[in-house]
């Protein structure tokens, strides 16, 4: 094969790439906007509330999950609490034994993809809950307060949109 045909396979690689992009109607682009801005409002105020600020972007993340793919095997119930939960549990015991040296902070995250794994609960901003937590030096009052209070407030905002606004089933499975 010639290097003018290696180009030009790459490129056109480059140009089909988006025929394997989720596409989406404007009327679900508009809820899953209107859902999200008032799932997200309400977590925001949490996370002020309970002194962790950063919080509030994993919980971004998971509204990306929630309200664009609901359908997606990350965004169901047991996969929001469990991996929310074991981003927190993980920290929490690794700033509690080791501090929160960046080291620790990379280990938290590590360790909690490992547990969301093998406990099939896998939620990718779960990892952002670990981080977030091992550069705040998270105590026990996180695990409570804001993150398993923040996974239930937003996954009773997605059921209540998706069920009731946006006319969508959610969610596929609970457990």
Not at 49 to 63: E, M, Q, V
Not at 69 to 80: C, F, Y
């Amino acid at each position: 094969m010639q290097k003018s045909d290696k180009v030009k396979r790459y490129f056109l690689k480059l140009y089909r790439s988006s025929v394997h992009q989720p596409s989406f109607s404007y009327r679900q682009i508009l809820l899953s906007g209107i859902g999200s801005f008032l799932g997200i409002a309400s977590l925001v105020y949490l996370s002020l509330h309970t002194n962790y600020p950063l919080i509030a972007a994993p919980f971004g993340a998971s509204a990306v999950l929630l309200y664009a793919v609901p359908e997606s095997p990350l965004a169901q119930p047991r996969n929001v609490i469990g991996g929310n939960i074991l981003g927190a549990l993980t920290c929490i015991i690794l700033v509690h034994l080791f501090g929160s040296a960046p080291w620790v902070q990379a280990a938290s995250v590590a360790v909690a993809i490992k547990l969301m794994l093998l406990t099939k609960t896998l939620h990718p901003p779960g990892g952002a809950v670990a981080l977030v937590g091992a550069m705040s030096h998270a105590s026990w009052g996180f695990l409570f307060a804001p993150v398993l209070a923040g996974s239930i407030i937003i996954l009773s905002c997605t059921y209540a949109f998706n069920n009731l606004v946006a006319k969508r089933t959610y969610p596929k499975h609970w457990i």
